[in-house]
């Protein structure tokens, strides 16, 4: 186990230095440097500059010295305001990972209960239903939802305060983000309960006089439950991206919406780190999920 | 024939002053016909086929997904409007209305061809707009699925079928792009490469699919093919088990040739599910980057740019996000199914 454990960490550090090596190496292969469309600055300014921000010095010796400070936590200056980008995640990414929990939270708990629901009563309406709108949720992307919401609940009905960001405008953001990451875990869930329930020790255990309830929470969803697991990783990775354009049109200033207009302003030096931040999230998230998914699930084959 | 017994027991020959001629004239065709049992043999794709016509939710798919196409073909030859052509005082039109002054040139006896969706705000034809969105969506998706399908397919057969150490070197370096954030990787390769690739093709024939899009097939030509690899380098271990590859070995026939007639055929139908899941995730992507900015460039329409633009105007005019929305959900609702009905009719394994 701990064998395994090692592996998988030097694993995850490994594909976080291929990801840094990637983020950079390609950030590097843009044409142009930062301070190229500043107006008027002469050789010996551009001279300083360059020497401030070490790019005087060959690409590979300036990925080194990226990684020494990335490992202080300083990770440069944003191009489109001379913020430091730690300070920027720092205010922004409690925003997003507060989002990002509640919307996990509740996909998860919605995603089995419709789940078990539908695996229990299935081929009858309640089944019939969960399937149809889960099949729908899944065609729609992440921003349709969102847009649509922000028209049905914001303009429309007025429920919800629109292009305000607060706490109490967390309901529909999280709402848009839990729905696709719900359906999917509702599908799993329904086909493992479905394969759960079909085992044998279901059996002995209703032939022992089990009471129905029990059988079906205690033996049925807790192995249920094993392959759900495994999706918490890329649930958690399918997420952040998705927090990318909900934030952005519930104008939430959260990391995302962030992301989104360093894109569109093209400031690389932000791009570049929090590519490096939230890919580390998402590295670790499989982590733990792997890890988790072993401990768990004994019958799986330690390699 | 008793009788023959009788008068000789321990002879074979058959005594034929018993039969007449036409005992010995050629069976008809008819008659032939009567003597086969057995039902039409049935081939594997054929099987598949009958099981996937009784899927009413797939074969429905089928031609909504047909007739999206005629749409897309057809649309640009009927209605007069360019993508990118703007009618000049007609800006954010509802559908099916006219400008003043087409409504003065209609009452001057001139046919004007209706917005159908209306306008947007610069006064382009919305309908012609949605139209190109959906070709740029589904030929995205169809495009970007084929090249994962052949880098996919060559990569894992190669893997699979020779094995060893080769095969866990290719893996492994399956393993470290599989644990790769794809979205992320995805997302700054299209900002670098909408940066850099500019140069490089221009005058060439690339110059005119677009930079983004070029950009777009290159991302998925790069991330992409890893589950692809992965999925038929696991039906080509058990394939490769079969007795008739090694009969194939034993006459010599060499490896390219086995793994193209003999290995891959019998993985077609992985394959071709595979594929037809991949297309609506591939247009997913592409109506997500396109809604950040990273997709096609300005002038030329996407689903997902048409979707992000229509939120400006959110609050006036609705139906601007709801055509692209709806059409997008739409195609890959079609998708899905279609993949989900192959998947049911294709693979044995998983019917009840």
Known sequence: MLKYIVKRVLLAVLTVLVISMITFFAMNAIPGGPFNKEKAVNAATMAALQERYNLDKPVPVQYVLYMKNLLHGELGVSLKNGREISAIIGESFPLSAQLGIMAALFAIFFGIILGSVAALMRNQLPDRLIVFFTTLITAMPSFVIATVLLYLFCMKLGWFPAFTAGENNMVLPVIALMFSPMAYITRLTKTSMLDALNQDYIRTARAKGVPQMKVIFLHGLRNALIPVITYVGPMIAGILTGSMVVETIFNIGGLGSKFVAGITNRDYTLIMATTIFLATIMVIANLITDIVYKVVDPRIKLD | ?352
């Open chain 2, 1 to 352: 024939m008793s009788e023959n017994f009788k008068k000789a027991p321990l002879s074979a020959q058959v005594d034929l002053s018993k039969f007449t001629l036409a005992d010995f004239t050629k069976a008809t065709e008819e008659e032939k016909r009567q003597q086969e049992v057995m039902g039409e043999s049935t081939t594997f794709f054929k099987d598949g086929m009958r099981r996937l016509r009784r899927n009413p939710l797939a074969m429905g798919s089928i031609v909504v997904l047909i007739l999206i196409v005629l749409v897309i073909f057809i649309a640009p030859i009927v209605v007069p409007y360019g993508y990118a052509q703007i009618v000049k005082g007609a800006g954010n039109l509802s559908p099916f209305q006219y400008s003043e002054k087409e409504l003065a040139a209609i009452a001057a006896g001139e046919k004007v061809f209706p917005h159908i969706f209306g306008t947007d705000s610069l006064g382009r034809d919305y309908f012609i707009r949605v139209v190109f969105g959906a070709r740029v969506s589904l030929g995205v998706g169809v495009f970007a699925s084929l090249l994962v399908l052949v880098i996919g397919m060559l990569y894992g057969s190669i893997s699979g079928y020779l094995g060893g150490r080769v095969d866990m070197i290719m893996m492994r370096v399956v393993d470290i792009i599989y644990s790769l954030p794809d979205m992320l990787l995805i997302i700054l390769l299209s900002v670098v490469l909408n940066e850099t690739l500019g140069g490089l093709i221009k005058g060439t024939v690339f110059a005119k699919v677009g930079v983004n899009m070029i950009a777009l097939f290159i991302v998925f030509g790069l991330l992409y093919w890893v589950s692809m690899a992965r999925l038929i380098r696991g039906q080509i271990l058990t394939i490769k088990q079969n007795e008739y590859v090694l009969a194939a070995q034993c006459i010599g026939t060499s490896t390219p040739r086995i793994i193209r007639k003999h290995i891959l055929p019998n993985c077609l139908s992985v394959i071709i599910i595979t594929t037809a899941l991949q297309i609506p995730s591939a247009i997913f992507t592409e109506s997500y980057l396109s809604f950040i900015g990273l997709g096609v460039s300005a002038p030329m329409p996407s689903l997902g740019s048409l979707a992000n633009e229509a939120r400006a105007g959110l609050q006036s005019y609705p139906s601007k996000l709801l055509f692209p929305a709806m059409t997008i959900c739409l195609i890959v609702l079609a998708l899905n199914l279609l993949g989900d009905g192959l998947r049911d009719a294709f693979d044995p394994k998983l019917q009840r």
